[in-house]
T-cell receptor, first 118, second 111 residues
């Protein structure tokens, strides 16, 4: 299957600082990437849909000014958690879908980034 | 997006076939059935997907009922490494179609 990477795999930061997480599709182009968040013992929750060259679409209840998404190219999307607070500590996971779309395209997930805000 | 219903947990003996059921009675005609699994502290791993025909790959088989209202994921020879949470998801096939996760089935493989 296709490979999606995330960087960093884990990060610890102080409250009030901003953290950037990168998501890359390594062997395919993705016009659409998705960002999820997962709290302990819970399922993944979709935060936003990232579209190459246009603004991201956020799910209800997700603050767009706090979670900044940039999809600058067909292989890179970034999520910036601004002014992070301890309640933002979570496991952040991205996914990407091939640009070709269609019945044979599949969404592949990155390994996740564990954010801990002190 | 159609919702799915899965058992909260299941267990299976190592070496035996693990059969994971999923109900998706509100699936629409252009939605696919996807299966992913998540091993602890990792990103979800794609397993298989199908529209209406049964599908098989190196990991598993997917059996979809004729009315498409339910499906079964089959892991033919379960190993301890198959212990994970398995998610059954229905989604469209466009590049912008969302994958929305439910609670999934926690599968435990016993030695």
């Amino acid at each position: 299957g296709a490979v999606v990477s995330q960087h960093p795999s884990w990060v610890i930061c102080k409250s009030g600082t901003s953290v950037k997480i990168e998501c890359r599709s390594l062997d395919f182009q993705a016009t659409t990437m998705f960002w999820y968040r997962q709290f302990p013992k819970q399922s993944l929750m979709l935060m936003a849909t990232s579209n190459e060259g246009s603004k991201a679409t956020y799910e209800q209840g997700v603050e767009k000014d706090k979670f900044l998404i940039n999809h600058a190219s067909l292989t890179l999307s970034t999520l910036t958690v601004t002014s992070a607070h301890p309640e933002d500590s979570s496991f952040y996971i991205c996914s990407a879908r091939a640009a070709s779309g269609g019945p044979r395209s599949t969404q592949y997930f990155g390994p996740g980034t564990r954010l801990t805000v002190l | 997006d159609a919702k799915t219903t899965q058992p909260t947990s299941m267990d299976c003996a190592e070496g035996r076939a693990a059969n994971l059921p999923c109900n998706h009675s509100t699936i629409s005609g252009n939605e696919y059935v996807y299966w992913y699994r998540q091993i602890h502290s990792q990103g979800p791993q794609y397993i298989i997907h199908g529209l209406k025909n049964n599908e098989t790959n190196e990991m598993a088989s997917l059996i979809i009922t004729e009315d498409r209202k339910s499906s079964t994921l089959i892991l033919p020879h379960a190993t301890l490494r198959d212990t994970a949470v398995y998610y059954c998801i229905v989604s469209g096939y466009s590049s912008a179609s969302k994958i929305i996760f439910g609670s999934g089935t926690r599968l435990s493989i016993r030695p």
